[in-house]
């Protein structure tokens, strides 16, 4: 890894500004890559999580990133022209401009719940930025792992883009490397070990974490709506979705309809339970026993546990709706990424606002109301990577907006514009003329200009 992080340097020296017409051949030979070999993704994908729908990796995934290309191609003139500043009245005769300048190598460390997408977005913002990339994709993914570098390796030359596959020791020496920036997905956990390794680089760091995504159940919200966008927003991918919703506060009343709402909704969209092609395995065993192992200590601890369905189906587990929790169960303090789903009354809105402010910065937020007051007050009162009013999980696909996480959740932003000056530097440049009236102000000092100076300028 050393030697590639070398040999990216050296051509990043060779040749540290891609032009534009560089930059968008790359970005189409990622588009190759994606169009061009659906089939093998799909499969790829389904073997690493024992069984994965070949639509959701169709939608969640393929067509994301295309979607995310063609959005970047269309705007990346715009961004890559440099940008007027005003230098200000003191200054002149001057013109300041911010350019856009590429960083060098980025390295980035991808997931495995979404490994095309996760993977392949921030890669498209670094080559739109002008970058060298090096990835070291997760182990928890070994198929997928596997295909991303025969691929990347037949369309880019390793010291331009380059794939390190590996165990997680592989992923720990990686973070040590010396990039110009380094971008991790995954767990708080992690990231908190990857930001340390990348300190003793003083390598600037972008984290897109997790955390515990609350939903808020409003007073006048349609139920059967809002259980069936939940459902759907809690069952992609069988929950191990970095911003579905992790729990649900909900006013007393309201809990039983919601309950038969959202059992309604899960059996339409998979009527064939366990055996439905269009629910996903949980990645792995060490997965799949966490999950139980958090169902467990629940009930365990007094909870409440009801399952939609009654699954005995290895890799495959039910959606289960889980009452009466208290801050000493596991769940509640760890984000559950799978399909387990905490229910918490209240009976005023100030009550779900004052625990959301209690604990760690989420990276979603998510609201099923209409109150405008309500609306206005979630914004301005609480922090969060963002927030979606009246759905779950579709802020992703909404590629001009920016997306990342705020405290535990994350650190900095990609997509849209941002994702641009995220793996860019913005360089600040002055050009001054032949006239310099500021000479007038060079000492020795207590001339006629520095009294006038003192007089209009300095108060």
Known sequence: ?????????????NSPYPSLKQRKQNLRLILKIISDYKQEWIDAISEDFGHRSKYETLMMELMQTQHLIKYVLSNLRKWMRAKSRNPGLLNIPARSKIYWQPLGVVGIISPWNYPIDLTLSPLVYALASGNRVMIKPSEHSPKTSELLHNLVSKYFETNHVAICCGDVNIGIEF???????????????????????????????????GGKSPTIIGPDANISSAARRICFGKSINSGQTCIAPDHIFIPQNKIQEFVEEYRKSFEKMYPNGKNDQGYSCIINNFHYERLKNLITDAKGKGAR??????????????????????EEMELSQTEI??????????????????KINSGEKPLALYYFGHDRKIKKKLIRETQSGGIVFNDTVIQFAIKSLPFGGVGASGMGQYHGKEGFETFSQA?????????????????????????????????
């Not at 546990?305 to 208290?326: M, Q, R, Y």
């Not at 360089?427 to 200009?449: Q, T």
Request: hydrophobic share 40%; with cysteine.
């Open 1 to 13: 890894m050393q030697d590639i992080l070398e040999a990216q340097k050296n051509s990043f020296c």
């Open 175 to 209: 973070s040590k490397l010396p990039f110009d920036h380094l971008m991790f997905t995954g767990s708080t956990k992690t990231g908190k070990l990857v930001m340390a390794s990348a300190a003793n680089n003083l390598t600037p760091v972008t984290l897109e974490l």
């Open 305 to 326: 546990v009801e399952e939609i369905g009654n699954w005995d189906s290895t890799g495959k587990i039910a959606p289960h709706l889980i009452f009466d929790t208290t």
């Open 337 to 354: 990424f799978g399909p387990l789903l905490p229910l918490i009354p209240y009976s005023n809105i100030s009550e779900p606002i004052k």
């Open 427 to 459: 360089k600040p440049v002055v050009f001054k003329g032949r006239i310099n009236p500021l000479r007038l102000a060079y000492p020795p000092y207590g001339n006629w200009m520095h009294k006038l100076l003192e007089r209009f300028f300095i108060k």
